[in-house]
């Protein structure tokens, strides 16, 4: 790359590219053409054609210039003026854990309608048969619902599916069970709770009978989503390949993925074998104490981790997304109490992370957890520096520009999920005005501090990145209901969920941008996520999505 950044500064992009020496030792294999290239490279310049051989993009430039290289076997796609973006990029995915239930959920993400989704309870159910399970864990909340924003009752499940149990899970916040998913789970009017569920989390009326409700954040959503049939082991592969397929129909080529299942990274591992994974996995993971009697154990693995063995497709690039999970701040949680007993041990953890000179992506959501972060990482950085190593903290919907302007100095980042995507509504309620900056999207970018989106899907928020895009040019969560007043411009939301992701996840040199050099990942768009209304961003769809030069989604065939 050093060699490309040298002739840069001779002369223009397109002249670069041309004259580029492997460039002329054979012609491209693909050339996209009479387009809108929305290439989000620095000077975020918008050019007209893309050639790609093998699995990088070789040249970028004008319909003439790019024409020049093409070679007898050259195949060429006409774009019609559509608008093409870098594949985009997700710092912080589920991703992994997504495909064990994957091919069983009925998924609402980007539902905005109550009916439809109605509709498509009704439709499940007939699928799978009386008896079988319809339900989904988390990615929506009903204020999504433009037409009819309402929770679900047992009444109305057990009319739309009577043969069938029912389990809706909004978010994290609650789930919605109708009258046979009650009985298969032992809840009745006049026994006791089983043992597993939090206290008071199943929601009874006057007398005693449960509504279907189960409410009451994290803790109360788990029993449930522990009692919901998984996929098969013979189905995973199969689970997996859905889920990457929807993900790439999204747009979504490169993900940040919290916590990688083994057998379902696994899977992965065989695709890529095969030359078939259609898509990238970063994974952020670790060995979190979650007591003080884990932590002697906790700082051995931290000593033994090894990051970076992998390559562009599959690695291991971040410790995360705990480091001491009592100091993990529940989603719905109102103000967090971190204790100097606690914080000692986080901030011995994180000594650890930061001698064996180890990445952090690290859970942080309330203010006064993040206040607490930084104390510690701010002593922590007096011992070892942590300037190098990209540190980030990750959610961060209560941040203020006093703790951005501390990560700053400590050479730190940040990994906004906004979850407000989705579960603005719930806020609202929760914490009344304040949720209206939660994020403060206007004040991260203004901070000049390098940030990236992310969603945390697939439950705690929805997973499709032009609803996240969107949200953040509109400050709406689908359905239209305003949930934030701090919105950044389309170009810096999609720098965020490009090339700043990019480098969140340690491959800014081959990914986040479209220019000569970089592994060919991009999205062919079905409208200009530039000139359109803002209120259609959310609607936009990739028309094509290619990974490495491979066209992994194609709505044209
Ligand atoms: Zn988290």
Known sequence: MAKGRLLAVAGSLFVLAAAMPRAQQAPPDLILSNGKIVTVDERFTIAQAVAVRGDRIVAV?????????AGAGTRRIDLGGRTVTPGLIDNHM??????????KELRFDGVESRRQAIDLIRARAKSEGPGGWVFN???????QFAD?????????LDKIAPDNPVALQESYYQVFLNSRA????????????????????IIRDASGNPTGVIRGDIAATRPVAARLPKVA?????????????????????????????????EIFQKWKAQDRLPLRVFCIGGAAAGSPDQVERSIQQIGQMKLFQGDSYIDNVLFGESVYTPLHDPMFALKSNPTPDQLAIWRRLAMAIAKAGLPLHVHAELHDTIDAFLDQIEAVNKEYSIKNLRWELAHINQINAAQLERMKKLGMYAAVHPWAVINGGIMHEGFGEAASDMPPLATIQSSGIVWGFGTDGTAANQYLPFTTLYFA??????????????????EDALIAHTRKN???????????????GKLADLVVLDRDYLTIPADQIKDIKPVMTMVGGRIVHDSTR
């Open 61 to 69: 430039g004008s319909n003439a210039d790019i024409g020049k290289l």
């Open 94 to 103: 589920h991703l992994l854990r997504g495909a064990t239930t994957w091919a």
């Open 137 to 143: 864990i988390g990615g929506w909340a009903h204020q």
């Open 148 to 156: 009819d924003p309402k929770p679900f009752t047992r009444d109305e």
């Open 182 to 201: 009650l009985k298969e789970f032992g809840i009745e009017a006049n026994t006791p709770d089983p043992k597993d569920f939090v206290k008071g989390s």
């Open 233 to 265: 082991p013979e189905q995973l592969e199969a689970s997996s390949l859905q889920l990457v397929k929807d993900m790439n129909r999204a747009g979504l080529t490169s993900f940040g993925v919290a916590g990688c299942n083994a057998d379902v990274l």
């Open 473 to 490: 040019v509109t400050g709406k969560m689908p359905g239209g209901m305003k949930v934030i007043r701090q919105t950044i411009s389309r």
């Open 502 to 516: 990019a480098f969140l996840v340690f491959q800014e040199d081959v990914l986040g941008s479209i220019q000569p």
